[in-house]
């Protein structure tokens, strides 16, 4: 097959960091060509490089056989390749016909042809079977729908490489099967995909190549052919990930939270909770299995104190909760995992050691008086010390929080809750959008919390994550408790019929 | 209420609305390629400085006005070349020019009239009359028998509304301040925009503050901007960051500010200052009402830096 796009020994420094050393990659006509790599790996990086966002530090681009220079997006339009990003560039005021149309340079003439450009649009849609409404807000479409408009713009400018970075991560399971319909005809039609991802399943399912990076190098190119999910894996983490099997546990000795016919907007299915009783003992995780939009977030609110129930009694660690307030909670020994890290869980913009030391600048150890003056020197290496050993990746502690990878990110919020020595942990989908290797470090921290006699509350939308971790599950579904099942060896067909409300 | 009373207060209130058009409409295309400007109060003094000084020694207030929009233009790219190249605090520079602008044209009176010197006055420009419009009965003579800045004002309205709404240019311009990294990876060039934008809102402001020596008063005092830039800024708020809508709001400004100057002619006993706290007043209460219910361009006040990660 002939080649398209061949990336030579390119190399991307920021600061003091390698994002990208020596990474070579070719692409083929009418592949489907994955990235395959952990958070961090440096595949967004690489493909920014592609797209003339970022400039190389070094290496050379080869584009049908001739070296080319891209230094500007503008210039990544013109020799045809377009980037569906995974944090999607779309203008939300504008509408999704706008949104294809701007920027437009093929087209002459001073004012919107709205007629023309719409029949040039749905055709194309058309060819490729990309259902949009072209005159909705970006705001009122699905995501699903949104993901259409940007592979829409980028065909529209003529790509002939597609690069797709995450595009699964935000979708449905049905949506996902849209998507790799969409691919399929794409590259019928001959033209390249760049697909980035680390789901194993998807990456064996749609790649025709698969390259391999870890930490800023290539690691190898293989055929899907000789590929296997566990070899992959390895590849991809740099060592064999042994299965993993936690102890589960059966007896807890102490209750340390409790909740009795707790009712929260009751009317409310799928964002209140009705008539909810459960415990969580020390050392134990109870896991919270349902269907997104059950109540659990609620229920993940009202035991960090964000919310005061309707009716209903709380207890914590043997005393009735008066007050619904974060900073009771907070005294009480109450660590909070949220469920969306960039909006609740870190201010972005504040630097990682910042965010470490978020709710423990008031202690001694860290400033003098309660708080008015800090001890500079006492954060920078408590900070230190805690990117160590939560080995999170980042340039420097200084560096902006929003800049890391979500992996990273997360090993923030761990360090910062984790090292409160809680009694109580609430973790809201912990792993969500993490790769192998940072889901693991998690899963392995929320033991050793419970070793340590913690009581875990764990919510999450993963089936999976919940039967691994649980040592007892409770299903909820339009904010209910539909039962409670314990950890070892679950029924989980039981469950499951649960989970749908039977 | 006789006819005369209306008749002035109109004839007055499209007067006053000229400047703060200017001015709204520089804010306008400022704030949708991302930059928020409070700096036009600033923009204006040193425009209204220029516009006198010019018109004053060359004798013709269009030069004036030309003048001011020059002046305008090279002020604000001050501002434009820290906000943009040098990513600094759009609300810190705009601040400073708002200090350092008014400052420097009362310094340059100074040096070229001399301290203490007599009220110098300048001819405003004519009016010109539009033949046909002129005769509609009632409005006729209101609207159609203005200063050539007056029609030039609601032509940069109707070019503005239609430019933001019907051209390629100007969606992509839009698209700048609403989310300036998707612009640049469809090839916008994110910073010439805004560069554009800068040289466009200088101008703008700088004819806002020209007009009021070139065409409202014959003379040049300091502080003679009152306030107009920040209500303006109102105005764009107000008139939800469409051309329409900016001319509305300031109509309505422009007719508060009318309605106050009457009010002081007309009653005696009630201090003056009450009046004047009119239009300031109906800003305040108007922010208040409309509130942030839709906020504007989404990237309006961050810096663009290409390769942030």
Same mark, same amino acid.
């Given at each position: ?502 | ?99 350092? +602008?008014? *400052? =420097?044209?009362? @310094? ?8 203490? %010197?007599? #009220?110098?006055?300048? /001819? ?28 030039? +004002?609601? *032509? =940069?309205?109707? @070019? ?8 390629? %240019?100007? #969606?992509?311009?839009? /698209? ?28 703008? +402001? ?104």
């Amino acid at each position: 097959m002939e080649e398209i796009l061949r990336m030579e020994h390119i190399t991307k420094r920021f600061g003091d960091m390698y994002a990208n050393r020596d990474i070579n990659l070719d692409v083929r006509k009418g592949e489907v060509h994955t990235l395959l790599g952990e958070n961090g790996a440096g595949k967004s990086t690489l493909m920014n490089v592609l797209i003339g966002l970022y400039q190389p530090t070094e290496g050379k681009i080869y584009l049908n056989g001739q070296e080319v220079r891209i230094d500007s997006p503008a210039k990544a339009v013109q020799l045809g390749i377009g980037m569906v990003h995974q944090h999607f560039m779309l203008v939300e005021a504008m509408t999704v016909f706008e949104n294809i149309i701007l920027g437009d340079r093929q087209t002459k003439g001073v004012f919107i042809q709205k007629e023309q450009r719409r029949r040039e649009i749905l055709a194309l849609a058309e060819k490729y079977g990309l259902d949009v409404q072209l005159d909705k807000l970006i705001t009122e479409i699905s995501v699903g729908e949104q993901q259409r408009v940007e592979i829409l713009k980028a065909l529209y400018r003529g790509a002939e490489l597609l690069i797709l970075d995450e595009p699964t991560a935000a979708l449905t399971d049905l949506e996902v099967e849209g998507l790799f319909a969409i691919i399929g005809k794409l590259t019928g039609e001959g033209k390249s995909v760049v697909f980035i991802s680390h789901k194993m399943r998807e990456v064996l399912r749609i790649s025709d190549r698969i390259t391999i990076l870890r930490t800023g190098e290539t690691v190898c190119t293989v055929d899907r052919e000789n590929a296997s999910a566990g070899e992959l894996a390895s590849l991809m983490m740099g060592r064999e990930l042994a299965p993993s099997h936690y102890e589960k546990k059966e007896d807890t000795q102490r209750q340390v939270v409790v909740l009795e016919h707790v009712d929260y907007n009751k009317a409310a299915k799928h964002s209140g909770l009705s008539d909810v009783s459960l415990t969580i003992g020390a050392g134990e995780i109870l896991g919270i299995a349902g269907v997104d939009g059950n109540g659990q977030s609620q229920l993940a609110q009202l035991i960090t104190g964000v919310i005061t129930p309707d009716a209903g009694r709380v207890d914590l660690k043997d005393s009735k909760v008066a007050k619904f307030m974060p900073q009771a909670f907070i005294e009480e020994g109450v660590s909070h995992i949220p469920e969306d890290r960039n909006k609740m869980g870190l201010v972005g913009d504040m630097s990682v050691k910042e965010n470490i030391l978020l709710k423990s600048t008031a202690q001694p150890r860290f400033s003098r008086f309660g708080g008015m003056f800090l001890k500079k020197k006492a954060m920078k290496d408590y900070a230190l010390e805690m990117q160590e050993k939560y080995d999170i990746r980042c340039a420097s502690i200084e560096q902006e929080a929003r800049s890391l990878s979500g992996g990273n990110q997360q090993k923030i919020i761990l360090a910062r809750e984790l090292e409160a020595r809680p009694d109580i942990l609430i973790a809201v989908h912990p792993t969500r959008g993490l790769d192998i290797g940072a889901t693991r470090f998690i899963h392995d921290t929320m033991i050793e919390a419970r070793e340590s006699g913690c009581a875990v509350l764990l919510i999450s939308a993963d089936f999976d994550e919940i039967l691994e971790m649980s040592d007892r599950i409770i299903v909820m579904f339009e904010g209910q408790v539909m039962g409670e099942y314990s950890g070892k060896n679950p029924p989980i067909e039981e469950i499951s019929l649960a989970m749908a409300g039977k | 209420m006789d006819w005369t009373f209306v008749s002035n207060l109109i004839l007055a209130g499209v007067r006053m609305a000229t400047p703060l058009i200017f001015l709204a409409l520089a804010e306008l295309y400022s704030q949708r390629s991302g930059l928020v400007h409070i700096g036009l109060e600033g923009l204006a003094s040193i425009g209204s400085l220029a516009g006198f000084l010019v018109s004053l020694v060359t004798g013709s207030p269009l030069l004036g006005m030309a003048a001011g929009a020059a002046v305008g233009i090279l002020v604000n790219m001050i501002y434009a070349y820290a906000t943009i190249t040098l990513c600094a605090e759009q609300i810190v520079y705009g601040m400073a020019i708002n200090i350092f +602008a008014p *400052a =420097l044209a009362a @310094f340059i009176y100074r040096v070229y009239f001399g301290a203490g %010197s007599e #009220l110098v006055q300048v /001819a405003l420009m004519e009016t010109v009359a539009i033949p046909g419009l002129k005769d509609i009965p009632f409005l006729g003579p209101l609207l159609f028998d203005q200063t050539p800045m007056v029609y030039l +004002a609601y *032509a =940069l309205v109707i @070019f503005t509304a239609i430019y933001f709404n019907k051209t390629k %240019s100007g #969606l992509n311009f839009k /698209a700048v301040g609403e989310h300036p990294k998707a612009a640049a990876t469809l090839g916008i060039n994110v910073i010439g925009v805004r560069y554009a934008a800068s040289v466009i809102c200088g101008a703008l +402001a700088g004819m806002g503050g020209a007009y009021l020596t070139t065409c409202y008063t014959t003379t040049y005092v300091d502080g003679n901007v009152a306030g107009r830039g920040f209500i303006a800024l109102a105005a764009v708020i107000f008139g939800r960051w469409s051309a329409g809508g900016v001319l509305l709001a300031c109509l309505f400004f422009g007719f508060c500010d009318a309605l106050q100057i009457r009010l002081q002619v007309g009653s005696f006993g009630v201090p003056y200052q009450f009046f004047q706290m009119i239009p300031y007043l109906a800003t305040v209460v108007v922010l208040g009402i409309i509130g942030m219910r839709k906020a504007g361009p989404k990237a309006s006040g961050k810096p663009y830096r290409r390769e942030e990660r």
